[in-house]
């Protein structure tokens, strides 16, 4: 059951293009790339970490808007431009002192498949490409930058009796 799963989680890992955003990716007329991130997730993932529960990143793309957004979240375990996101578990692991079985990862796209299939809890958005919703634990009702990374964090926090206190406490 999922929710055993979710009990078990001490980091939540995510992938940008797709989960933390739409996927779309623009430019302007300089070549800057600008990403638009969802507040309500920003939230969820601020509860998971008053939570005691850490939160990072792993994406393939490098982007200053990624920087900034960590940086405004205080999400410190930022692992961008990596092409094998699998490769990066050990290190996540050692930095953070938490096992993979206590790890989930949200993905939307085929590279996140590897490092979905090592974590605890494997777990895609809405949009995402059906083999990543096959491999999944849980796929959230909710598409990539528009809440699923908050329903994600609601869900876990529920799973660990955690969502009312912190609810409460914001009141």
């Given at each position: 059951?999922?929710?055993?799963?979710?009990?078990q989680i001490?980091?939540?890992?995510?992938?940008?293009?797709?989960?933390?955003?739409t996927?779309?990716?623009?430019?302007?007329?300089?070549?800057?790339?600008?990403?638009?991130?969802?507040?309500?997730?920003?939230?969820?993932?601020?509860?998971l970490?008053?939570?005691?529960?850490?939160?990072?990143?792993?994406?393939?793309?490098r982007?200053?808007?990624?920087?900034?957004?960590?940086?405004?979240?205080?999400?410190?375990?930022?692992?961008d431009?990596?092409?094998?996101?699998?490769?990066?578990?050990?290190?996540?692991?050692?930095?953070?002192?938490?096992?993979?079985?206590?790890?989930?990862?949200?993905?939307?796209?085929?590279?996140?498949?590897?490092?979905?299939?090592?974590?605890?809890?494997?777990?895609?958005?809405?949009?995402?490409?059906e083999?990543?919703?096959?491999?999944?634990?849980?796929?959230?009702?909710?598409?990539?930058?528009?809440?699923?990374?908050?329903?994600?964090?609601?869900?876990?926090?529920?799973?660990?009796?955690?969502?009312?206190r912190?609810?409460h406490?914001?009141?």
């Amino acid at each position: 059951m999922i929710t055993d799963k979710l009990k078990q989680i001490r980091l939540l890992l995510l992938d940008v293009d797709g989960v933390l955003t739409t996927g779309d990716i623009i430019y302007n007329d300089r070549g800057e790339e600008t990403k638009v991130f969802n507040a309500k997730d920003g939230l969820g993932l601020r509860l998971l970490m008053k939570a005691g529960i850490r939160v990072g990143i792993v994406t393939g793309r490098r982007s200053e808007a990624l920087r900034h957004r960590c940086k405004n979240l205080q999400i410190d375990l930022v692992f961008d431009g990596i092409r094998e996101k699998a490769g990066t578990l050990s290190e996540i692991e050692k930095q953070s002192s938490v096992s993979s079985a206590h790890i989930a990862f949200v993905g939307d796209d085929l590279p996140d498949l590897p490092i979905m299939r090592k974590c605890g809890v494997a777990i895609a958005v809405a949009d995402a490409h059906e083999l990543v919703k096959e491999a999944a634990d849980m796929v959230t009702h909710a598409k990539g930058g528009r809440g699923a990374v908050r329903e994600t964090a609601e869900a876990i926090l529920k799973a660990q009796d955690a969502w009312d206190r912190l609810i409460h406490s914001l009141f």
